[in-house]
Nanobody, 118 residues
Framework: QVQLQESDPGLVKPSQTLSLTCTVS??????????WSWIRQPPGKGLEWMGA???????YYSPSLKSRTSISRDTSKNHFTLQLRFVTPEDTAVYYC??????????WGQGTQVTVSS
């Protein structure tokens, strides 16, 4: 059983960089042909796909967030990381990591609340 767990950055100040890590257990992030996504849900809004990293390390980003987003991975720790630069209060959301296989987002982390406030 694959399990994903997001880190908990809590409160982030405006203009700072948000860093989140998703640790995967029960499966390797290098296994063909899975992709590993970051998704967020602002309060009162729908889910927003932010980007993904593939089993081979290729990255893909939402066009609306591409200029502020980086996704990387550490295969030795079996985790992948989101960095979102220059955050504003509009980046306040619950952030999720998820696996994409034949079925998109077939496994999810429990989500972590990120609040951007001074």
């Amino acid at each position: 059983q694959v399990q994903l767990q997001e880190s908990d950055p809590g409160l982030v100040k405006p203009s700072q960089t948000l860093s989140l890590t998703c640790t995967v257990s029960g499966g390797s992030i290098t296994t063909n042909y899975y992709y590993w996504s970051w998704i967020r849900q602002p309060p009162g809004k729908g889910l927003e796909w932010m980007g993904a990293i593939s089993y081979s390390g290729s990255t893909y980003y939402s066009p609306s967030l591409k200029s502020r987003t980086s996704i990387s991975r550490d295969t030795s720790k079996n985790h992948f990381t989101l960095q979102l630069r220059f955050v504003t209060p509009e980046d306040t959301a619950v952030y999720y990591c998820a696996r994409d296989g034949d079925i998109p987002h077939d496994y999810w982390g429990q989500g972590t609340q990120v609040t951007v406030s001074s």
